[in-house]
């Protein structure tokens, strides 16, 4: 089939990860990588170099990209198994994806980890799909458990465990790692692969009949730790050419107190450096047992004839610590590390480029419906990447704003990142403020330093300027509690509330 004008209404394929590192990725310049299907995908669309997360937890930023909405907007502040005070579901008058690509007449398609929300899944919205609920992959969920025994699979189980350390009495920490006794075919990411495979044989049929297009997503659990992956996988890389993290480094001086406490709660320092390498590295195996499946996607994709027709997304929902800055998972620091993540995009006819210019997941909500030829939602709180994607226009933004409410605890931040430097606003301690053209693995708090304090003042006016303008109540708390001068602007409710200039 030859490919519909550039421009025209598009199939999706929406390709997510959970807690992926950006230098995992061979086209991102990781070392060791071994990601041939999304390098491929990257060779030939739109590699955004500053995408970003707007919060660093799951929840809140997969409901962002549904809704197209900032979280203090829609209100899925935290996950829901370990609620601090945010709905659990999306509310019934905000916006979401699904309901204009259906009245636009397309197939709309979910497979895999879903976390919007409590109990409500894809299913809820129309979408077609099973509901997964949770944050970590299903392994004893009934659909999983029965596609194995169909399959002739071994059932799921793990051997030689790896641990934290905890300080209770136990003395055993999280669960970070082990070997799956299963091989690659048998795993949850094989099994979700095999579901999203199974709708687009069924979409391609609706397409090829001139019925509807469609939008299918399938979003894999990992490289979401515990990493539990096969024998083939977790060896695949040597640690012994594993560099570790520079931000390994860290001594928590001058920083929020916190960050010391979560390195405890995850116990990062109980690993040493050998460990910490063969950890590393079977999170890169993980990372590319995931990139097999895309692998397999992307070669149906073209075998159904839809490769030409068919824009194709992958990102993740944000990063993941792995040691760096001696923390684990995600949590309370706006760290590089969690906040930068992954986002390719390639579009039939729009051909290869990096983009330069500051992105957020929120914007791929009206990028998605433009590519579908609809407009965005109203509210919407992202800009349509189209342009910069195809290279029609520019006007990107030169920042990026994120805000994050807490992780098993509650803890409320916000960030200001331009092209150097990094202003992170700690309402409940010290605020941050990094230098990434001299400390790019951001060691060295220099808020409170002399030659920093115009740099200091102007990221916190322009922070102060944002969320006034966006309407974000965290405005108000600096108003008292950072350095923006005398002088304020009108706060949302028209008082005159001035900010500096």
């Known amino acids: 089939m030859i490919g519909v004008p550039l421009g025209s209404p ?38 955004f170099d500053r995408f970003y997360t707007p919060t660093a937890i799951c929840t809140p930023a997969r409901a962002s990209l549904f809704t197209g909405l900032h979280p203090f907007r829609h209100g899925l502040l935290v996950n829901p198994e370990r609620n601090g005070g945010g709905r659990d579901e999306v509310a019934e008058e905000d916006p979401v994806l699904s309901v204009p690509l259906l009245a636009a007449g397309y197939n709309a ?40 025994k169909e399959h002739g699979h071994p059932p799921f189980e793990v051997r030689d465990p790896v641990y934290g350390r905890a300080a209770n009495a136990s003395g ?45 997503s399938c979003h894999w659990y990992g490289p979401h730790l515990p990493y539990l992956i096969p024998d083939a996988y977790y060896d695949l890389h040597d640690p012994d050419e594993v560099e570790l ?71 993740a929902d944000h990063g993941e610590f792995t040691g760096a800055h001696r923390l684990n998972d995600k949590g309370p620091a706006m760290y590089e590390d969690i906040y930068r993540i992954p986002g390719i995009v390639r579009v039939p006819g729009a051909g290869p480029r990096v983009v330069d210019d500051f992105a957020t997941l929120i914007d791929l909500n009206p990028t998605l419906l433009e590519l579908a030829g609809l407009p965005p939602q109203r509210p919407c709180d992202g800009t349509s990447l189209l342009p910069l994607i195809t290279g029609s226009g520019a006007g990107g933004r030169d920042h990026v704003v994120a805000e994050f409410h807490g992780h098993h605890f509650p803890y409320s931040q916000r960030m200001f990142r331009d092209r150097r430097h990094k202003l ?18 951001e060691l060295h708090n220099v808020y409170d330093a002399p030659a920093y304090s115009g740099v200091r003042r ?44």
């Open 424 to 441: 992170v606003f700690n309402p409940e301690s010290v605020h941050e403020l990094y230098d990434l053209e001299t400390d790019p693995h």
């Open 245 to 315: 993290p520079a931000s390994m480094a860290e001594t928590f001086a001058g920083k929020p107190d916190v960050q010391r406490r979560y390195a405890e709660y995850w116990s990062a320092d109980s690993f040493d450096a050998a460990a910490w390498r063969k950890l590393i590295a079977v999170y890169r195996g993980y990372v590319s047992l995931i990139d097999a499946q895309v692998g397999r996607l992307l070669d149906r994709l073209r075998e159904l004839d839809l490769w030409d027709d068919t824009a194709v997304v992958f990102t």
């Open 10 to 47: 598009r199939n999706i394929l929406f390709l997510m990860t959970d807690q992926h590192r950006v230098d995992t990725l061979g086209c991102y310049g990781g070392s060791g990588a071994s990601t041939p299907a999304l390098d491929g995908l990257a060779a030939e669309g739109a590699r």
């Open 109 to 148: 398609g979910h497979v895999g980890k879903w976390h919007i929300g409590r109990e409500r899944g894809p299913e809820f919205y129309a979408m077609d799909g099973e509901h997964l609920p949770g944050a970590l992959n299903p392994f004893h969920h009934p659909s999983y458990e029965r596609w194995l």
């Open 458 to 501: 102007d990221l916190t006016v322009r922070l102060y300027r944002e969320l006034v303008e966006r309407g974000d109540p965290a405005y108000t708390w600096m108003s008292y509690m950072a350095d923006i001068g005398t002088d304020r602007a009108p706060d949302v409710d028209g008082v005159a509330d001035e900010v500096a200039s």
């Open 172 to 216: 055993r920490g999280h669960l970070i790692a082990g070997r799956l006794a299963q091989p690659a075919e048998a795993t949850v990411e094989a099994f979700l692969t095999d579901q999203a495979l199974a709708l687009l044989e069924r979409y391609a049929e609706d397409f090829h009949s001139g019925a509807r297009r469609f939008m299918l």
